[in-house]
């Protein structure tokens, strides 16, 4: 027990040192954690090997529920025909096309055992890819896209590497079959999804406090996720559902305490998890190569440049496809008969098709193959290739590839759409305190002050919204008179919190009081925006 606290508290370590340096570096986060744990797992000393069950258990669900929590469900909508072709059709063919090419250059490896590896390296994890992307500047429609493909496609890869093990053990398939488990195991996951979401729900409407209502939160992936497996129905689906469904009611579900609380709670465990996953992919390679001595290295290449090369050929090919199918057929990318949703451009397809990065989830499925599998050992080994490619690869290359893309829309459009909604929020604000007024003397006594401290609100959010309009690079315009009134104001809190420190260290004022006056100021620095570079 001891050596696993050390590895778990040197592994914080790193995590928490190695973020720092990806922040000052500019380097993606998650391929220096994958170099790192490759050059501990090299290290003398202990070491973690891969549990599958405990990585689709404990790991898989808490960051698929964080990420559907922060999804737009209406956006999901608006794009499902293309998050389906991509996290459905295109895993089914890149688990097809790893199979039959796997099943072509190593002869030991049956077809069954082929597609199940093609399975495990079809569904793309999106962590690394949003993470890099949105600071780069990755417009809100790719970043949907991306988010629904990454929610969704792991329930259609696992369906078809347990079809395929199934298969490959039996002895028998059947397409009508296959398709029939696929469709209950689907249907069944939304169904346990949506029940437990319900509950969750219920629970939220009794709970009297944001503690009570965060522990519901931190409980609610692994209750969806194990009450779905001991259905035989899919437990990824499930966690997805339940999570879209229940951040998008989160407004009418939970108090604005919960809420505050509730993004720094999942904040948190992803950033834990995300760092600890990346090390644990990391640290399997030496386990992994050692696996291979059995094999010759002509074999091993080939089987490594087909899997690699059919994931890195397939997605671009399909998104191409998929690009120039005909509009009635409703399957263009990003494209349906509104006007306000064209189909993607032909940039955003290079940037898209470069989001493909591969991630835990691959490494978990891939060691879920029976120890019988034929050339277990290599099969693995591809897995692991194409996860360290395009990690690496990929992470490397993405931020440059969409700085050169200079890809419309992003920073300038969503701040004009944010200023709009707020300048509507306070003048609705605005109109119900007229109302309140009107019915109510007491209201009306102290209407004046609220009304102009709106209103100077409003004044700026308009203001904001005129310049915004009529910018026409997609730079975001620096306000001098906005950045000194953030820069003000923010000095103005540092003031009053020094002030109440004096007190306290005065022994005026008791440290439950500080605490309690300290939060305030916390509260209304957190919502001022950043502060503009001068």
Request: overall charge neutral.
């Amino acid at each position: 027990m001891g050596e696993l606290v050390a590895l778990a508290l040197g592994g914080l370590v790193v995590v928490v040192l190695t973020n720092a340096l990806a922040r000052r570096t500019h380097l993606p986060a998650a391929v220096l954690l994958v170099l790192a744990g490759i050059g501990y797992g090299y290290l003398p000393g202990p070491n973690l090997e891969l549990d599958p069950e405990v990585v689709l258990y404990l790991v898989i669900p808490p960051l698929l529920y964080g990420a559907a929590l922060q999804s737009s469900l209406t956006a999901l909508r608006r794009n499902g025909r293309t998050v389906i072709g991509l996290s459905v059709a295109l895993v089914l063919v890149t688990a097809l096309a790893v199979g039959f090419g796997l099943n072509a250059v190593v002869a030991a490896v049956p077809l069954s055992f082929a597609i199940a590896v093609g399975a495990a390296v079809s569904p793309p994890d999106p962590v690394a890819a949003l993470s890099i992307g949105r600071r780069a500047g990755m417009s809100p429609r790719l970043t949907t896209l991306v988010e629904g493909e990454g929610l969704l496609n792991d329930a259609t890869a696992l369906t078809i590497l347990q079809v395929a093990v199934a298969t490959a053990i039996g002895g028998r398939f059947s397409v009508g079959h296959a398709v029939g488990d696929f469709l209950f195991v689907a249907a069944g996951g939304l169904a346990v999804g949506m029940a437990v979401a319900w509950v969750i729900a219920y629970l939220r409407k009794m709970a009297s406090d944001p503690l009570t209502d965060n522990a519901l939160s931190l409980g609610t992936p692994f209750a969806a996720y194990v009450a779905a497996e001991s259905l035989h129905v899919s437990g990824v689906l499930a966690v997805v559902v339940a999570g879209l469904w229940l951040g998008h009611r989160s407004a009418s579900l939970q108090s604005s305490g919960a809420r505050l609380q509730t993004r720094s709670v999942w904040h948190l465990v992803e950033y834990l998890l995300e760092g600890y996953v990346f090390l644990l992919i990391g640290q399997q390679l030496p386990a992994v190569v050692r696996g291979l001595a059995a094999y010759d290295l002509g074999t091993v290449v080939a089987a490594g440049a087909v899997t690699v090369g059919i994931v890195l050929l397939v997605r671009p090919l399909w998104l191409l496809a998929a690009a120039h199918l005909p509009a009635r057929m409703h399957a263009r990318l990003g494209g349906d008969p509104r006007p306000d949703n064209p189909p993607l451009s032909g940039r955003e397809l290079l940037a898209l098709s470069w989001a493909g990065t591969r991630g835990v989830i691959t490494l978990a499925a891939a060691f879920t193959l029976p120890a019988s599998t034929p050339a277990r050992d290599l099969l693995l080994f591809c897995a692991y290739l194409v996860v360290l490619v395009t990690l690496v690869g990929q992470g490397l290359t993405f931020a440059p590839l969409l700085r050169r893309l200079r890809l419309p829309g992003s920073a300038v459009s969503r701040a004009l759409t944010r200023n709009e909604a707020r300048a509507a929020a306070v003048q609705a604000a605005l109109d119900r305190l007229t109302a309140l007024a009107e019915a109510d003397p007491g209201v009306r006594d102290v209407a004046a002050p609220l009304r102009r401290a709106a209103e100077g609100r409003h004044k700026r959010y308009t203001e904001r919204v005129a310049l915004l309009s009529h910018v026409e690079d997609q730079v975001l315009p620096v306000d001098d008179r906005y950045r000194a009134a953030l820069l003000a104001r923010r000095e103005m809190i540092a003031a009053e919190r020094d002030e109440l420190l004096a007190w306290r260290d005065a022994g005026r004022l008791a440290d439950a009081d500080m605490r309690i006056l300290e939060r305030e100021l916390d509260h209304e620095e957190s919502v001022l925006p950043s502060l503009p570079p001068s």
